[in-house]
Each structure stands twice: as structure tokens, then as C-alpha cells.
T-cell receptor, first 110, second 112 residues
Framework: NAGVTQTPKFRILKIGQSMTLQCAQD?????MYWYRQDPGMGLKLIYY???????DKGEVPNGYNVSRSTTEDFPLRLELAAPSQTSVYFC?????????FGQGTRLTVV | GQQLNQSPQSMFIQEGEDVSMNCTSS?????WLWYKQDPGEGPVLLIA?????ELTSNGRLTAQFGITRKDSFLNISASIPSDVGIYFC????????????FGAGTRLTVKP
């Protein structure tokens, strides 16, 4: 049982490039979330989804897009990478009050 | 948006000492949660609190949901080296249960 799987684990992007961070879960949870964690900071909510076909903005959505075509997958898209998007990105599912996190994707934009 | 203020930012303690950290919010929260993050990993849930005044323990950890619903604390008793990590408070408000917010974290170092 893999839980929440994020790929890639590390990535370096040049300014203006685009990429998709993948997140997959095998727990059949409806709620999925994307957070970013800046150095020495807490987690900030980017986007979340309460089920397939439904997505909503979180606290810091600018510069990102998401889609939720299936229960299992919740990819996060960066269209024009900027240095301010250098961060560690965590995907999570939530059931009840408990969040289950992936291991994170460390993204550096240079 | 909802602000969570977590303190202290960091703590350096001796093995065996007790630890206390807390979170306050500008909004009323429906749930308070405490997570621990080990290096290179995602946060893992330690304790969940669901109603005002609730006091819950998990081994050496004790957490309380404040009466005003705007604060919570986490205590760790008799700290051990494996308690090292970053502790986060989190919660969701009465306005949107789907929007879980996190505090900035308390970085705990335990000296043997």
C-alpha cells in the first residue's frame, strides 16, 4: 500500500520553463491538497480538491494550476516557473481530520 | 486569510526535559491538529482535537483545544533524542472545513 506518491523527488527548472508535479494516492480518499513549504516556514495551501472534477484555490494559488480527472491523481502544473516558486511541494490526502503526506518534491528555479 | 501563530520558532533542550509549544489563531477553529515532520519527510499526525476544552494524550504527548477555539498547545514530557524534528499545528475553520492551514512550525533539538 503506497499511500501518497509524489514524483519527481527533485527538479531544477530554468525561469520560464513549465512542469507538472505528479501526485497519486491509492487510499481512495476524496480530499487531496497541494502545499508548499518554504525554508523555515510552515505549509501554505496552494490548491485543494474535494473530489474528481472539483478543485478550489487555497492561500497561494497564483502561478499554479491543478486538475482532478480521477480520484487517484492530482497533478500540479507550473506554467512559467519563477524563482519565487523555489520550494518543497507536498501533496496530501485527508480523511476525517488526518492528513497523509507524500515525501515531497524539492523544486529549484534558477 | 486565517493566520496561525505558532511559538516558539525553535527550542534547544536537554534530554529528559519537558517541552511546551502553542498556536493561536485569529479565527475560530473547528479542529486543531499537531503534526511532526522528520527531515526529508512529510508531516505525520500526532494528535487531533475536535472540541473546545478537549485534552488528549498520545504517549508522552499531550495536547489541548483551547476554550476560546482560537488556541491550542502541545506538551512533550521527558524528551528523548528521537523527538527531534519540526512540530506543526494545523486546523480548519468554521468557514471552510476543507481548507486546512498550518502554523510555521517549532523546530525542536534535543541534546543527549
Amino acid at each position: 500500500n503506497a499511500g501518497v506518491t509524489q514524483t519527481p523527488k527533485f527538479r531544477i527548472l530554468k525561469i520560464g520553463q513549465s512542469m507538472t508535479l505528479q501526485c497519486a494516492q491509492d487510499m481512495n480518499h476524496n480530499y487531496m491538497y497541494w502545499y508548499r513549504q518554504d525554508p523555515g516556514m510552515g505549509l501554505k495551501l496552494i490548491y485543494y480538491s474535494v473530489g474528481a472534477g472539483i478543485t478550489d484555490k487555497g492561500e497561494v494559488p497564483n502561478g499554479y494550476n491543478v486538475s482532478r480527472s480521477t480520484t487517484e491523481d492530482f497533478p500540479l502544473r507550473l506554467e512559467l516557473a519563477a524563482p519565487s516558486q523555489t520550494s518543497v511541494y507536498f501533496c496530501a490526502t485527508i480523511k476525517g481530520a488526518e492528513a497523509f503526506f507524500g515525501q515531497g518534491t524539492r523544486l529549484t528555479v534558477v | 486569510g486565517q493566520q496561525l501563530n505558532q511559538s516558539p520558532q525553535s527550542m534547544f533542550i536537554q534530554e529528559g526535559e519537558d517541552v511546551s509549544m502553542n498556536c493561536t489563531s485569529s479565527s475560530i477553529f473547528n479542529t486543531w491538529l499537531w503534526y511532526k515532520q522528520d527531515p526529508g519527510e512529510g508531516p505525520v499526525l500526532l494528535i487531533a482535537l475536535y472540541k473546545a476544552g478537549e485534552l488528549t494524550s498520545n504517549g508522552r504527548l499531550t495536547a489541548q483545544f483551547g476554550i476560546t477555539r482560537k488556541d491550542s498547545f502541545l506538551n512533550i514530557s521527558a524528551s528523548i533524542p528521537s523527538d527531534v524534528g519540526i512540530y506543526f499545528c494545523a486546523g480548519s475553520t468554521e468557514y471552510n472545513n476543507n481548507d486546512m492551514r498550518f502554523g510555521a512550525g517549532t523546530r525542536l533539538t534535543v541534546k543527549p
